[in-house]
Nanobody, 121 residues
């Protein structure tokens, strides 16, 4: 059974930094295709923040480009989001999504439970 768990959220001041981590387990016989970070602010729709494809290409939202960096550690099955120069509008619940492929099953999406990020002075 695949489990996705985020960590690293919390409160930071404007201009500060936080690093989110996403661990995934239960991936035997599955291939990590895409790892992504999404966020949802109160009253807003969930939106893509950053995605990292298996080949190394990235897709970064324009609102965070130049401030946030997505990376991974394949050996540890970890996905990271380094968030620098934080702004109040970055306040949201951040979710990790892993898209895994398995022969005979195709592609499946797995979401974490979310971690709160609050940017406030």
């Amino acid at each position: 059974q695949v489990q996705v768990v985020e960590s690293g959220g919390g409160t930071a001041q404007p201009g500060g930094s936080l690093r989110l981590s996403c661990a995934v387990s239960g991936t035997t016989y599955k291939i990590n295709v895409i790892g992504g970070w999404y966020r949802q602010a109160p009253g807003a729709q969930r939106e893509l923040v950053a995605a990292l494809f298996s080949g190394g290409a990235t897709n970064i939202a324009s609102s965070v480009k130049g401030r946030f960096t997505i990376s991974r550690d394949n050996a540890k099955n970890m996905l990271y989001l380094q968030m620098d120069s934080l702004k109040a509008e970055d306040t949201a619940i951040y979710y990790c999504k892993r898209q895994l492929w398995q022969q005979g099953w195709g592609m499946s999406d797995y979401w974490g439970q979310g971690t709160q990020v609050t940017v406030s002075s």
